[in-house]
């Protein structure tokens, strides 16, 4: 079963409510309150909770570039702060908390975002009120590519280069063939003929 990486109700603990209830009321009377962020038939829960999907769909097709991370990895960091085990031993909590924590921190700044998006909002005011929605962005392109990761033991190599085979054959260029100083070696590419090279 797929686990939501945050919560509409989590969204207050890094947004101030009455800002996150405005932006997910339409009505515009100040009659949604903290509650309608956990009743599911609520309007401002289906809001929020409709743009929380959509930012960790959004992170998901982004971390999984280049089998990087599966979507379970990312379940599982929240899973944790459930685990019994876990649950008992404070030093273990603390680290899944910590271990989880940029997971959350970026869904709640792109919610935020696209909450203010919703609403209309322009670029420029979205840079002044929700100014951690460009850094969340570009945290989850540098995620994509594999210039941050996430603190899990199976992909710590996430970010780590891969080592790619340069010159002939795989070989080294300078190793594997005789090549002009200037130019190297066109003749065993196949596109030139390979001249003497006179000196």
Not at 53 to 78: F, H, K, P, W
Not at 89 to 106: C, F, G, P, S, Y
């Amino acid at each position: 079963m797929a686990r939501e990486y945050l919560t509409p109700a989590e969204l207050v603990n890094f947004y101030d409510s009455r800002r996150v209830l405005e932006l997910a009321n339409d009505v515009g009377d100040g009659s949604a309150t903290l509650s309608d962020l956990s009743n599911v038939n609520s309007t401002p829960y289906l809001i929020v909770s409709t743009a929380i999907r959509s930012v960790s769909a959004e992170i998901d097709a982004a971390v999984q570039v280049g089998n990087r991370y599966a979507r379970t990895d990312l379940e599982q960091l929240v899973l944790d702060l459930s685990d019994g085990v876990i649950l008992a031993d404070a030093t273990l909590l603390e680290a899944a908390k910590k271990r989880v924590a940029i997971l959350k921190q970026m869904v709640a700044d792109l919610t935020f975002g696209r909450l203010m998006s919703r609403r209309g909002y322009t670029a420029q005011a979205m840079e002044e009120v929700a100014p951690q929605y460009a850094g969340a962005s570009k945290l989850l392109v540098d995620l994509g590519n594999g210039r941050r990761i996430f603190d899990l033991d199976s992909p710590k190599n996430a970010g780590v280069p891969r080592k790619a085979a340069i010159g002939v054959d795989g070989l080294s260029p300078l190793a594997a063939v005789q090549a002009s100083p200037l130019f190297g070696d066109f003749g065993r590419s196949g596109l030139y003929p390979l001249f003497p090279v006179r000196y």
